[in-house]
Antibody, heavy 131, light 110 residues
Framework: QLQLQESGPGLVKPSETLSLTCSVS??????????WGWIRQPPGKGLEWIGS???????YYNPSLESRVTISVDTSQKQFSLNLNSVTAADTAVYYC???????????????????????WGQGTTVTVSS | QSVLTQPPSVSAAPGQKVTISCSGS????????ACWYQQLPGTAPKALIY???KRPSGIPDRFSGSKSGTSATLGITGLQTGDEADYYC???????????FGGGTKLTVL
């Protein structure tokens, strides 16, 4: 049974880089059918998709965060990671990793195969940005 | 402000039926399939409906989904107190080139 587990510092200082890792167990991270994504939820608010990665390394970012986000994958370690730089208090949130099914989406006016709905989620990890 | 609009809250009595709407546009629900997630208090979201109306394995048939034009709807019948949760719709937005979620709807089972 697929399980996802987020890990990383729970406290990050303003202007620094938030770094989280998601460990995948019970399924192959190199499956051609799936993508691996990050979603966050500020306290008391809704969900926001941050970005996703395919096992080959292809990345898909939310344009609203793209300038600050890097997602990478290490298939040998069955992990994928999130780096979010120049953080502020507005980046305080519960961060979830999730498996996403593949689907055909329009990205920058081109139809591509990319990340679609999330079918399995990690339990989430709380990250607070504060000095 | 979410691209997908959901009512902030809905309520109904145990055993009754409730529907939750998700209103979008031609760039999201109008051209892409919708899905729904359930988030019980203090837990991670869980997939309820995908491809507008399909249920993942293990999701009871009390939960149903539909789509018409630029709106999607989640239906829950035979309400139980354990259904009290936040419910989110989601889909791809082709104009934003991003996955988007609705603002969430809090279901109270009175």
């Amino acid at each position: 049974q697929l399980q996802l587990q987020e890990s990383g510092p729970g406290l990050v200082k303003p202007s620094e880089t938030l770094s989280l890792t998601c460990s995948v167990s019970g399924a192959s991270i190199s499956s051609s059918s799936y993508y691996w994504g990050w979603i966050r939820q500020p306290p008391g608010k809704g969900l926001e998709w941050i970005g996703s990665i395919y096992y080959s390394g292809s990345t898909y970012y939310n344009p609203s965060l793209e300038s600050r986000v890097t997602i990478s994958v290490d298939t040998s370690q069955k992990q994928f990671s999130l780096n979010l730089n120049s953080v502020t208090a507005a980046d305080t949130a519960v961060y979830y990793c999730a498996r996403q099914k593949g689907g055909y989406v329009v990205m920058l006016a081109a139809i591509i195969r990319g990340p679609y709905d999330m079918d399995v989620w990690g339990q989430g990890t709380t990250v607070t940005v504060s000095s | 402000q979410s691209v997908l609009t959901q009512p902030p809250s809905v309520s109904a009595a145990p055993g009754q039926k409730v529907t939750i709407s998700c209103s979008g546009s031609n760039s999201n629900i109008g051209r892409n399939s919708a899905c729904w997630y359930q988030q019980l208090p203090g837990t991670a979201p869980k997939a309820l409906i995908y491809d507008n109306n399909k249920r993942p394995s293990g999701i009871p048939d009390r939960f149903s989904g539909s789509k018409s034009g630029t709106s999607a709807t989640l239906g829950i019948t035979g309400l139980q107190t354990g259904d009290e949760a936040d419910y989110y719709c989601g889909t791809w937005d082709s104009s934003l080139s991003a996955w988007v979620f609705g603002g969430g709807t809090k279901l109270t089972v009175l």
